[in-house]
């Protein structure tokens, strides 16, 4: 019997050990890719940044501007989430929080109106497909490269939705990266495009806000060529920002995973041990009963 437990703790502590060995390769390789997706998230920012206050000085003097990504629809009767999770698992509650996310906006939504999914990665994909949800777009297996050419396809089509009346409103979920251990699920308002207020408070402190500049062709013309580059730089910057959470996580979940199994190694092989010398025990035990029988036997 002792042997017998001895063996099945030395078996559960090998298999626990080369799990431990997966986790801690995961850790390493979720490690370095973190620091190339973290440096593209942050330099995405000052673009994405910057582009937002070039629109808001446009719509200050192109208020006549008619553009269909800046109009409203009349009735509001159809809404669309674009939500932006992972292909894969192992990264902690990163999926789940930001479906958990668009969950509680769709169930809050006081209006009456039919909810859409747009979905980028499999996880978000799966997730709304098996409830039932109206799938209005997925967008998977982007990899861990991501490049403007993603965003451009996912804008595009987000896009032309908007412009033949598929949907109403389009609002933006994803994981906005703060450090490893902590992503903030973040929704924003994708369309119609509500330009962002200029720094100026009033509106005569707006236009001396954009007083100084001089465009060509004509503001008009910029802000038409802008609008569609402006979605597509909004989901390229979510879309940099949900991966860079993405690693972030699964370094965390995988970092925690290698000390947990440790503790369990430690753990199973202090319960061995206390198994072995328990059986030894036993055994002294038995000779030495067995050794006083055969004396109290041979008188």
Do not use: W
């Not at 050419?149 to 939705?161: D, F, N, T």
């Not at 402190?205 to 013309?221: H, L, N, T, W």
């Not at 010398?277 to 002294?284: F, L």
């Amino acid at each position: 019997m002792a042997g017998s437990g001895v063996r099945d703790f030395k078996r559960r502590i090998r298999s626990v050990t080369n799990t431990k060995q997966i986790t801690k390769a995961m850790k390493m390789v979720a490690a370095a890719k973190l620091r190339k997706a973290q440096e593209s998230a942050e330099a995405s920012r000052p673009y994405a940044g910057k582009l937002a206050e070039v629109l808001a000085r446009l719509s200050v003097i192109s208020t006549d501007s008619r553009h269909p990504l800046l109009e409203k629809h009349e009735a509001i009767d159809k809404v669309t989430y674009l939500v932006i999770t992972a292909d894969r698992g192992l990264c902690g509650a990163f999926n789940t929080n930001i479906i958990r996310a668009a969950n509680d906006a769709i169930k809050q939504e006081q209006r009456s109106v039919e909810n859409g999914i747009a979905a980028v990665g499999r996880k978000s994909r799966d997730f709304f497909r098996k409830r039932g949800f109206k799938m209005q777009g997925e967008f998977v297996n982007l990899g861990d490269n991501i490049s403007y050419a993603h965003a451009k396809e996912i804008g595009q089509y987000i896009i032309q939705m908007y412009e033949e009346g598929a949907t109403d409103e389009v609002y933006l979920v994803y994981a906005r990266f703060v450090n490893a251990l902590r992503q903030v699920p973040t929704i924003v308002k994708l369309l119609p495009i509500e330009p962002p207020q200029s720094e100026a408070g009033d509106e005569k402190g707006g236009r001396e806000f954009v007083a100084d500049y001089i465009y060509e062709p004509s503001a008009d013309a910029i802000l038409t060529t802008l609008l569609p580059r402006y979605v597509e730089s909004q989901i390229y910057h979510a879309l940099l920002e949900s991966k860079a959470s993405e690693h972030g996580a699964r370094m965390t979940a995988m970092g925690n995973a290698t000390d947990n199994a440790s503790e369990l190694i430690d753990n199973l092989t202090l319960r061995m041990n206390k198994a072995r010398q328990a059986g030894i025990t036993t055994e002294i035990l038995e000779i030495v009963g067995g050794a006083e029988a055969l004396r109290k036997g041979g008188k």
